[in-house]
Each structure stands twice: as C-alpha cells, then as structure tokens.
C-alpha cells in the first residue's frame, strides 16, 4: 500500500533515529531525572518503573556525580567563610508557621546543623532516596525544600538550581515578543523603568 513513499518513509525514520541517539550521548535524560528526582513525590519511582534497570544505574551515577559537585562547591564555600570571616548564606527555615520562639528554634536549628557537620555527607542523598515518597501537589515542592533545607543542605541547593528551570521557554519567549511591541520604533525613547512599568500593567492586565 505504501510501497512507493517506503524510501521517503525509511529515509525519515533513519533521520530521526539518528537525532534521537544523539541524546544518548548529552546529558538530557539525566537533567530529566535530577529534575523529578528533587520532586519528593516521584524521587526515582518514575525511573525504575519506566526506564531500564542500566538506565535507572547510570542515571543513580549521574545524580552522585552532580551531588558531589555541589557538595564539593559547598564545602569550598565553608572554607572561604572560615578565612574571610563573611558568614555563610541562612539554612534557617522559613519563620511563618514554625513553633516557639526564636531563641528555640535557634537552638534545634544549631542542634540540626552540628548533627549534620558531623555524618557523612553522602548519606543525605541516600536518606532522601530512601525515604517514603510525600503526597504533595506541584505547587508544594518548593515549599518542602524550604522546610527541609536542613535536612537536606545540599540537596535543597540543588533544587534550588534545578526547580527553577521553567519546563516550557513559551512563557519568555512571549514576554521578548510583548517586549518588542512595547518597544516599537516609535517608542525607543522609553526610560527603562517607565518600559518595566509598562511590561509588569500589559502581563497583569493580560494575566488577571
């Protein structure tokens, strides 16, 4: 039924076949997984089920590989505070909600951190892993982060990175095209802060 476009078919199919292998050799399968892996509602359940058991390895080595970077750049970052004296960016969690006063959560804090100085760092990520998946919606994961920031120092440095990546580029790539009518010819007088102005009422008006 086909037979006179199976070439063109064929020749497609080849073509895509290779465009998709190329992703075998960059790191996007693994950005996926670090990305859901920061989820603490899908973690690695996702992977194991879908992906094959030398996919899901490779992938586990690829987060190690990533988490040690960022251990790595953390300790440096410990040790430039220690010689210059500057203090180190707050790990405290979040006031709103929290119990006590702050002289108490001060002091648990202070407990957290010294219990966490002294284990080996490479058991936060398998603590993480192995802990029960939450039941969180999207909209909670970065607060999670923001209540475990303790618990999982690093980690939480990572979804920070990570989480803030939008999943789609749509939404900048309207804003550069709002931009471009605000910005016509016959207005490349604007002052910055009167075109900001203008962006922030069009992107509420537009968005209620």
Same mark, same amino acid.
């Given at each position: 039924?086909?037979?006179?476009?199976?070439?063109?078919?064929?020749?497609?199919?080849?073509n895509?076949?290779?465009?998709?292998?190329?992703?075998?050799?960059?790191?996007?399968?693994?950005?996926?997984? @670090?990305?859901?892996?920061?989820?603490? &509602?899908?973690?690695? +359940?996702?992977?194991? =089920?879908?992906? $094959?058991a030398?996919? *899901?390895e490779?992938?586990?080595?690829?987060?190690e590989?990533?988490?040690?970077?960022?251990?790595?750049?953390?300790?440096?970052?410990?040790v430039?505070?220690?010689?210059?004296?500057?203090?180190?960016?707050?790990?405290a969690?979040?006031?709103?909600?929290?119990?006590?006063?702050?002289?108490?959560r001060?002091a648990?804090?202070?407990?957290?951190a010294?219990?966490?100085?002294?284990? @080996?760092?490479?058991q936060?990520?398998k &603590?993480?892993?192995? +802990?029960?998946?939450? =039941?969180?919606? $999207?909209?909670?994961? *970065?607060?999670?982060?923001?209540?475990?920031?303790?618990?999982y120092?690093?980690?939480?440095?990572?979804?920070?990175d990570?989480?803030?990546?939008?999943?789609?580029?749509v939404?900048?790539?309207?804003?550069?095209?709002?931009?471009?009518?605000?910005?016509a010819a016959?207005?490349?007088?604007?002052?910055?802060?009167?075109?900001?102005?203008?962006?922030?009422?069009?992107s509420?008006?537009?968005?209620?």
């Open positions: 039924k086909f037979l006179t476009i199976k070439p063109s078919l064929q020749a497609g199919l080849d895509l076949g290779k465009w998709y292998r190329k992703t075998d050799n960059s790191d996007a399968y693994f950005i996926c997984l @670090d990305f859901e892996m920061l989820n603490p &509602s899908i973690k690695m +359940a996702y992977f194991v =089920d879908k992906w $094959d030398k996919w *899901v490779a992938g586990k080595k690829s987060l590989s990533r988490f040690n970077k960022y251990l790595v750049a953390h300790s440096n970052a410990e430039n505070t220690a010689t210059s004296g500057e203090p180190l960016p707050s790990t969690r979040p006031t709103a909600g929290c119990y006590g006063s702050s002289w108490m001060s648990v804090q202070a407990h957290q010294a219990s966490l100085a002294n284990q @080996d760092p490479y936060e990520l &603590s993480y892993l192995e +802990a029960p998946l939450e =039941d969180l919606d $999207d909209g909670e994961v *970065v607060r999670w982060w923001g209540h475990h920031i303790l618990t120092p690093i980690l939480s440095w990572m979804a920070q990570y989480l803030a990546i939008p999943g789609s580029s939404a900048a790539e309207q804003a550069f095209s709002s931009g471009g009518i605000t910005g016959r207005h490349n007088h604007l002052l910055p802060d009167v075109f900001e102005a203008l962006q922030l009422l069009k509420t008006y537009c968005n209620g």
